[in-house]
Each structure stands twice: as structure tokens, then as C-alpha cells.
């Protein structure tokens, strides 16, 4: 069996289950939004320049398809 890390166990405690137990719903989020933050612009750097534009476009093309079907709903509500 592989020994534990023991700083890796350390940091476990310090932001595990009891600790966010006892902080706000707020508190929580605002750690999970500056965890996203962090997060977002390593997975860029970690990417490469072919990746986030194939990322970019399918996201766009996504998007665009919500568009148009909400434009759809829309029109076929209003002609009830």
C-alpha cells in the first residue's frame, strides 16, 4: 500500500468536510467561484492554441442552436 502524503493529508483537513460544514452558503460559493477562476485559466495554458479555438467553435455553434430554437418557441407561442 502506497504511504499518504502527508502534506497532501494536512491540506485535506484544513478545507475538508468539517471545516466547510461550519461556513455559510455564501462563504462556500466564494470559494468555489475562485477555485473556477484558477481553474479556467490553467486548463487554457494547458491547451493548445488548435484545442481552444475547436472549444470556441463548438460552443459557438451550441449557442447558437439555443438561439434559434428559443426564436422558434417564441414565434410559435406568439402565433397561439
Do not use: C, D, Y
Amino acid at each position: 500500500m502506497a504511504k499518504k502524503n502527508p502534506h497532501a493529508v494536512a491540506l485535506g483537513r484544513i478545507g475538508g468536510k468539517k471545516s466547510m460544514a461550519v461556513k455559510s452558503a455564501a462563504e462556500r460559493s466564494g470559494f468555489a467561484k475562485a477555485g473556477g477562476k484558477v481553474g479556467g485559466k490553467a486548463r487554457a495554458k494547458a491547451l493548445t492554441p488548435a484545442e481552444r479555438t475547436a472549444i470556441a467553435k463548438k460552443a459557438a455553434k451550441k449557442s447558437a442552436e439555443v438561439r434559434s430554437k428559443r426564436a422558434a418557441e417564441r414565434k410559435a407561442k406568439e402565433g397561439k
